[in-house]
Nanobody
């Protein structure tokens, strides 16, 4: 059973940077599609970034492309989302997700989810 635990959220000023992490345990991540999602109050959960090692693909939402970077460290079984040039509209709870057959932006295709970490961008 794969378990995911996010950390690193917090309050940051507009234009600032933040890196959120997701520690995985229980199973090796190598064969999983990994993704970051976010959900702001009153909004649906939306895909932010997705990485598939088997497919060799990385996807980003248009709103974050060029500012956010998804990565993972297999040795540490940890996923990362580096967020730069943050904007107030990036404020949300950020979730990591994983599944052997996860599909970009298809929330229902991910079996494993973390509990989320709050990111607030405000002056």
């Amino acid at each position: 059973q794969l378990q995911l635990v996010e950390s690193g959220g917090g309050l940051v000023q507009p234009g600032g940077s933040l890196r959120v992490s997701c520690a995985a345990s229980g199973l090796a991540l190598d064969n999983y599609v990994i993704a970051w999602y976010r959900q702001a109050p009153g909004n649906v959960r939306e895909g932010v970034a997705c990485f598939s090692n088997s497919r060799g693909t990385t996807e980003y939402a248009h709103s974050v492309k060029g500012r956010f970077t998804i990565s993972r460290d297999n040795a540490k079984s940890t996923l990362y989302l580096q967020m730069n040039s943050l904007k107030p509209e990036d404020t949300a709870v950020y979730y990591c997700a994983a599944d052997p057959d996860g599909s970009w932006r298809d929330t229902a295709s991910y079996r494993y989810w973390g509990q989320g970490t709050q990111v607030t961008v405000s002056s």
